[in-house]
């Protein structure tokens, strides 16, 4: 079974930056993708962010390509989200992920979220 555990979360203005991060545990966390969803208040969940386990690929929403940051510490199991340049449309809980590549569409288990918050 797999546990994730999301935080770094909070309250920022537009244009600020905020970093997330999420520490894995259970079997075989190594080998699957892990990434970040988010779900805006009355919205459904949507694909943020993914990094494959060899840390050779990302995959990013054109929403947030060029802002946000996915990174992946393998000898930590964690994988963080860098989110720079952050818009009100960014008001979300962010949700950490594990599953396989490309995580779009399959996932194994969900963290229990973190909220963030960018005030315009």
């Known amino acids: 079974q797999v546990q994730l555990v999301e935080s770094g979360g909070g309250l920022v203005q537009t244009g600020g930056s905020l970093r997330l991060s999420c520490a894995a545990s259970?079997?075989?966390?190594?080998?699957?993708?892990l990434g970040w969803f988010r779900q805006a208040p009355g919205k459904e969940r949507e694909f943020v962010a993914a990094?494959?386990?060899?840390?050779?690929?990302?995959y990013y929403a054109d929403s947030v390509k060029g802002r946000f940051t996915i990174s992946r510490d393998n000898a930590k199991d964690t994988v963080a989200l860098e989110m720079n340049n952050l818009k009100p449309e960014d008001t979300a809980v962010y949700y950490c992920?594990?599953?396989?590549?490309?995580?779009?569409?399959?996932?194994?288990?969900w963290g229990q979220g973190t909220q963030v918050i960018v005030s315009s």
């Open positions: 992920a594990v599953g396989p590549w490309p995580l779009v569409r399959s996932t194994n288990a």
């Open positions: 990094i494959n386990w060899r840390v050779t690929q990302t």
């Open positions: 259970g079997r075989f966390v190594g080998t699957y993708a």
